[in-house]
């Protein structure tokens, strides 16, 4: 029998990754998005694609009476660290409220294993390298949010029996993205930046750290997940390894573009963690040890997919809740 798999989100950057690993590896894949911030041209034709959004339960309650979901991918969020502050109501209803709504459907419905892809930004600063074991800390809107569900996840299994593998991912890039998205993905915001003719936009003195993981680094384990020996009812970090300034960032976007010495801005810091990059050895003990694609490697690639596909236009968010304290370049 044919493995029928949900992929929210699918219209996205990582999901349109993820459905096509799934329809590859003989799924039947129905992707539901609200085209926020994915597009219908990077869902592979040969899944079924759903216009929709997560926060509307009655219709998510009707998708899964339709279909009979054997898995849920749920990748389906708005996933702006720094922003999130000051979109706190939007951001608890998108990343809490519609991911609860997916559970609910998913214990009426039968689902046999409810995979969620969560963050590092629920541990907090001052734990690195971040390790599975710690207890979480997040310092943001967004890793509240995540945290919780991958709480409610944790207490549904242990009242209704439903399994789940979590997933915190971070700094994920590739082709695919959204480059036009200026409050998020900053290896985007570069190239997007540099296609337009802008200075790069760096916060503070860009000396903060992250470890910036390839699409395809992370992908393939979620994409098996359900079906590997050790993954159910268990919390996987899953990325790269190494972590690299934005300072440095920078100077390996600006070589693949072509203009090494194309200017940088500063602005003021935001309120954000400094060091974010954490440790894998868990997930290489259940998965095996990833394909793991070097920086400038991965950076050249995507580069090379932008010039293709040219410039997007960076829109402002309309629904900020909060103005104090927004950085002023946001304003723009």
């Not at 390298?129 to 943001?140: F, G």
């Not at 903060?208 to 970090?237: C, K, M, W, Y």
């Amino acid at each position: 029998m044919v493995t029928k798999s949900l992929v929210t989100g699918g219209a996205g950057f990582i999901g349109a990754h993820l459905a096509k690993a799934l329809l590859d590896r003989g799924h039947e894949v129905v992707v539901l998005d609200d085209l926020s911030g994915g597009f219908v041209d990077n869902v592979d034709p040969r899944a079924k694609f759903v216009a929709g959004s997560i926060v509307d339960a009655e219709a998510v309650d009707g998708l899964f009476r339709a279909e009979s979901f054997d898995y849920v991918y749920h990748l389906a969020a708005y996933a702006a660290e720094g922003l999130s502050h000051f979109i706190k109501r939007f951001n608890y209803t998108n990343n809490v409220i519609g991911s609860v709504n997916l559970i609910n459907a998913s214990v009426n419905h039968g689902v046999k294993c409810f995979v969620f892809t969560s963050s590092i930004a629920v541990y907090g600063s001052g734990q690195v390298p971040m390790t599975e074991d710690l207890v979480p800390s997040p310092e943001d809107s967004y890793g509240i949010a995540k945290f919780s569900v991958e709480r409610e996840l944790a207490v549904t299994h242990d009242m209704f029996g439903l399994d789940y593998v979590i997933f915190r991912p971070h700094n994920v890039y590739g082709d695919m993205q959204n480059i036009g998205d200026k409050y998020r993905n900053v290896i985007g915001i570069f190239i997007n930046q540099i296609m337009r003719g802008e200075p790069l936009s760096i916060f503070g003195d860009g000396e903060q750290s992250r470890a910036f993981s390839h699409v395809r680094d992370v992908v393939p384990v979620i994409a098996d997940a359900p079906r590997t020996e050790g993954a159910l009812r268990e919390v996987f970090n899953i990325g790269a390894d190494t972590p690299y300034t934005v300072n440095h960032l920078a100077d390996v976007v600006r070589v693949a573009m072509g203009v090494p010495d194309h200017p940088i801005v500063h602005h003021p810091a935001r309120r954000e963690v400094k060091h974010a990059f954490s440790d894998h050895s868990k997930v290489r003990r259940v998965f095996g040890p990833p394909d793991s694609i070097d920086l400038a490697a991965g950076i050249q690639e995507m580069t090379d997919w932008a010039k293709e596909h040219g410039p997007r236009r960076t829109e402002k968010f309309s629904n900020i809740e909060i103005m104090r304290n927004l950085p002023p370049s946001w304003l723009e």
